[in-house]
C-alpha cells in the first residue's frame, strides 16, 4: 500500500486524474490506518468538489460503509465526499444513501456544530428533493428540523 503525502488541495485539484489513480485512492479509503484512510477520503472530496465531472468515477458504496464505521473522522471525511458525489443528484446515489445511511445522516445533521452537520444536511435536503438555493439558505440559518422534516414529508 502507498503511503498518502500530505495533501495539497491546489496541486491535486489542478492536475490531471487518471482512473488508475482515482482507484488508488477509493482502496487507500478502505486502508486499517485512520490517516491514510482520512488523507484518501479528504483527497477524493478534493478532487469531487472541484471537478463535478469527476465525482461520476468514484463509487459511493465505500464511503457510505465509512459513515456507519463509528470513527469521526471516517463519517466527517466521508460525509463531505457524498456531499460532492449527491450534488448531481444522482437518483442511484441518493437511494443507496436512503436505504443504507438514512439513520447514520439523520443523527449527523442533528449536531450541534452547522459546520459539523452540513454534509449531512446537504444530503438530506437533497434526498427531499429541496432546490440547492433553498437548501443552502435553510443550512446557512440553522433550520435543520426544516430540512429534515422535508424529507420526512417527501
Known amino acids: 500500500m502507498h503511503v498518502i503525502a500530505p495533501l495539497r488541495p491546489k496541486w491535486l485539484a489542478n492536475g490531471r486524474q487518471s482512473d488508475e489513480q482515482i482507484d488508488s485512492l477509493v482502496r487507500a479509503s478502505l486502508d486499517a490506518d485512520d490517516g491514510v484512510r ?3 477520503v479528504r483527497a477524493l472530496a478534493v478532487l469531487a468538489g472541484a471537478k463535478p465531472n469527476l465525482a461520476q468515477r468514484i463509487p459511493p458504496e465505500p464511503f457510505v460503509h ?4 463509528g470513527s469521526w473522522s471516517d463519517h466527517n471525511k466521508a460525509s463531505l465526499l457524498l456531499m460532492s458525489l ?4 444522482d437518483p442511484k446515489v441518493l437511494a ?3 436505504a443504507e445511511a438514512l439513520d447514520t ?3 449527523m445533521a442533528r449536531w450541534r456544530s452547522i459546520g459539523h452537520a452540513e454534509a449531512a444536511l446537504s444530503i438530506l435536503g437533497r434526498m427531499a428533493g429541496l432546490d440547492e438555493d433553498a437548501l443552502n439558505k435553510l443550512i446557512g440559518t440553522g433550520q435543520a428540523d426544516t430540512i429534515i422534516g422535508k424529507l420526512h414529508r417527501e
Open 86 to 89: 449527491t450534488r448531481s443528484r
Open 96 to 98: 443507496l444513501l436512503r
Open 38 to 40: 482520512n488523507d484518501a
Open 105 to 107: 445522516l439523520l443523527e
Open 66 to 69: 465509512l459513515l456507519r464505521s
